[in-house]
């Protein structure tokens, strides 16, 4: 493999991560809408919680995502919605073990 084609390979890779990334930021958009709907709230931080408690009890998440996203969801809404969406290294690997998955399949109905 020559040098070109390890360029294009990385760009790609990039590109693709950046993808991700933007798709994750999105997921994450929708969910600070819902936590800030007055009817549909409660729910949603009520079940991204109990995502978190089965990642804890069925050890299917590493402890640091567990201890990090619970301390987010016990925020008052307005720090949560901003913990969730900050762009810094923190953020965006915490968006990549998101207990939010389940809004997905929501947007499907």
Known sequence: MNTEDVIEKR?????????????LVDL????VAALFDQRDGERVRRLALERVEKWDSEQL?????????RIILNMPVASMCESILTNDPEGVSLRQNSPFGFLLHESMR
């Open 11 to 23: 760009r790609l890779a990039r590109m693709c991560k950046q993808q991700s990334d933007d798709r």
């Open 28 to 31: 994450h958009r929708k969910a």
């Open 61 to 69: 998440c590493n402890p640091r995502y567990v201890k990090a996203w």
